[in-house]
């Protein structure tokens, strides 16, 4: 009889510590691969962002011959108009990156612009050798505006009896490269992403 | 004996569920709250300390009242940042949680998280929306404005009279250049509120998108009196007194049950008349307002009914378990009993540190290479504030009770 009581027991401390372990959870940490598109919900994700860096950038390469003379840019930034705080800025960054190291666009650093002042008052100043201050009014002009607008558009379901909640999530991103000199749109592109998402109505 | 030792493990786990259920928000939430009264925002914030110091139930709580009072402090960044996790937190928790309907049917609502009632979701991205407008912010006061719509096209019945939010709505599509969503939004609250403050906003942005037949209905409407359609405007959010607070009613329904509700402590309010002189001279300004007290109250009254099911639900739980403990022994069923009795509690939590009204005040601005200056008096109290020369387009200044002095 003691035996049996004893072995109920350890039974017992075995089933208490499997079940310890397996709602405890293991902390693990893993590398991904920047390529792989992993979606934990419907909302942006860097997965989205290189989808539109790679369409866009692409796309406006195909724009201008690599023979051809190469067309100075200024970028005014790209819109956030989603329901989402989404830095556009990573977005506008990255394809200038791309359009840099393609060699067929000249871009202007506009948010160099004000330090770019100071460095040059400071040179003008007399606090650097003549022989060595930078020549000033040798900026270059822009030839095209890249600008550009994120919207999205959200679905939620119904309420209604289920026991799973859906979302539709439509993004678009439209960039646009307006010429300076004439105010015409010179070129247009845009990158569509729609997902779905459900998400358990009940949970723990 | 056996059936006295599991009456008296079952009276010991409801003590331990007494405890732990807590009828009462953190000393350090409490303490925060009084200073906050006092007019001491700086030490408000600073007792508050980090999340951690208050139960993961209260968190909600937490992140709204300091994010308030930051906002009240002028902290717009860090303000942003504690209502930013407020929203997330509110987005998450829209399920229906097993453990907490489990604590709530066995306690009371006090055992589970803290969720905002529905207007309290909705303004916590009205405060977003005024930070980021004060911080420059426009996209992201924009990308508040459609979370709020979102949130109101999910409860229009009770969040429609919030003019003050929609309002907001608009001007910060206005403030990021989405012109056409704030016609749109302000189209349609000037028909919900049946006001012509909304006219000469309405009129100039007509205008400017091109709705030529829009423009010339405005003006008929406002009997072709001139509209100041001024590029350059001061916007005022002006908040006034203290949202009510809520208070435990309750309903004995027998000498053994008793079944807990929470209450508004509501009384009607208006807010006192405000006047505004530019440099002197009186202001053809549009106000729009919104009664908070009125809106939470019809909030709290729209879940009226599943509060009541719940109560009633554990009413009937609560006295399935005295019995079954009475079966067991007398004296610890009649304990058990009376512990229910007395664990049964209104949950009267809320957001304490929110005005009772809000009001948007836009004062078109004269061009001028001089400063302006702008006087705002209620009753007998007077705020003067400057304009610096070339300050253009759209300027926010946000005035709080206790900044007016006679």
Redo the contacts between chains.
Sequence with gaps: MSRIYHSSHIFKACVFAVLSVILSGCATTRDISPESSIHYDASYDFADKKKIVNHLSTSLMQFVDESSVRPTLISYGIGNQTSEHINTGGISDDIRLVLVQSGRYQMINEAQRSNINTETDYQQAGNVAISQRIQQGKQLGADFVLAGTLRSIVKKQPRQIRFNKKKLVYYTLNLELTDTETGAVAWADKVEIARESSQPIIGW | MPATLSAFKALLWLVALTVLSGCTTSGVMQQAHWQFLSGDTAAAVSTLGGSDQVARKDRLLYWLEKGMYLHYAGDYERSSQEL?KAAEYIQQSD?????SEARELLANEWASSYRGEYSEQLWVHSILMMNFLHMGRY??A??EA??AL?VMDSRTEVLKPDYFTRALIALSFEA???ANDAYIVNRKLADDSKTNALDAVLFKQASTLGFASDAVELKKRSNNAELNTSSNVAVLFIAAGQVPQKFSGSLITSDVTRLAFPQYAFAESRPEPLSVLVNGNPCNCSAISSDLGELVSASLNKRGVSLATKSLIRAAAKDAVADAAADADEIVGELTRLLLFALEEADTRSWRSLPRHFTMIRVPLPSSDTIQTLQISRGTQTQTLTIEPGNQGLQFFSLLPQQFVN
């Design positions: 930013l399920y229906i949680s097993l453990t996209d992201s924009a990308v459609r979370r979102e990021a250049q989405q």
